[in-house]
């Protein structure tokens, strides 16, 4: 991985995975999350969901975590008073002063810790009867394309059910789950495209290949995105 021509293409996007503002609500809805809620977004990225977060807990606050949160995200959240941004690891979410939180939001960033232990590891920073919303790569079909597989990099795709019973066998009841629509998805692709697009002229060669490689990311999904995709699952710890 050339990492400097992967920032250049990544560099203050709003978002950096799938996922929208009705995402959020549609996540917050069985969870009941409290007005003044402690809401912590795990692996935020730019914290591109802490508007739709915060505007589910209008007295309640954010902490968006991520290992490396930018300059950017820290200028976009500078003006709002109920959220704050911190570079952190997210498997140690209980040290922050925060925790325990009613509600912790992980798009598209549990997968880094694996669905064996991911949602055990960040329910210990959750209150009692606590929330845990993530998404999380799915097969939606019995044997995915390879070309389909490829989409998350050989991550082992388990389907919905697998899923649910993986997360009440670490000590939560799912309240519910439903795909990431494809609004989410374009979410993050229309934006990056554009970039693509803007950078294209003049790229030198390492940059042109990133180029095409993201290109190749959102025309794989595109085609395959009938197979695989995310899976939003809400759980409260029980
Ligand atoms: C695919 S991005 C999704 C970002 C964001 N949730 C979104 O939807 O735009 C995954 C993020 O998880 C973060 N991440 C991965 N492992 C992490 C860890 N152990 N602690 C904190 N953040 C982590 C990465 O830095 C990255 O920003």
Not at 68 to 93: C, I, Y
């Amino acid at each position: 991985m050339d990492w400097d021509a992967f920032f250049t293409v990544h560099k203050d996007l709003p978002r950096e995975g799938p996922g929208a503002p009705e995402d959020v609500a549609w996540a917050c809805a069985p969870a009941e999350v409290p007005e003044d809620a402690a809401i912590c977004d795990a692996g935020s990225g730019p914290g591109g969901d802490v508007a739709a977060l915060l505007s589910v807990a209008p007295r309640g606050h954010v902490v968006a975590v991520d290992l490396h949160f930018g300059e950017a995200a820290d200028a976009r959240l500078a003006n709002e008073p109920r959220a704050r941004g911190v570079s952190a690891d997210f498997t140690a979410l209980e040290a922050l002063p925060e925790a325990p939180f009613d509600l912790i939001w992980c798009a598209g960033a549990l997968y880094f810790l694996g669905l064996e232990e991911g949602p055990s590891r960040l329910g210990r920073a959750l209150k009692p009867a606590g929330v845990l919303a993530f998404s999380e790569p799915c097969r939606f079909v019995e044997a995915p394309s390879p070309e389909a597989g490829a989409i998350f990099g050989g991550y082992p795709l388990r389907d919905a059910e697998q899923i649910v019973a993986m997360v009440e066998t670490q000590g939560f009841t799912v309240l519910g789950h439903r795909r990431v629509p494809d609004a989410g998805w374009e979410a993050y692709f229309q934006p990056l495209e554009a970039r693509i697009a803007a950078l294209r002229p003049g790229a030198d060669a390492p940059l042109a290949a990133m180029l095409d490689q993201c290109a190749q990311e959102a025309a794989a999904w595109r085609a395959h995105r009938a197979e695989v995709g995310y899976l939003l699952v809400v759980a409260r710890r029980t």
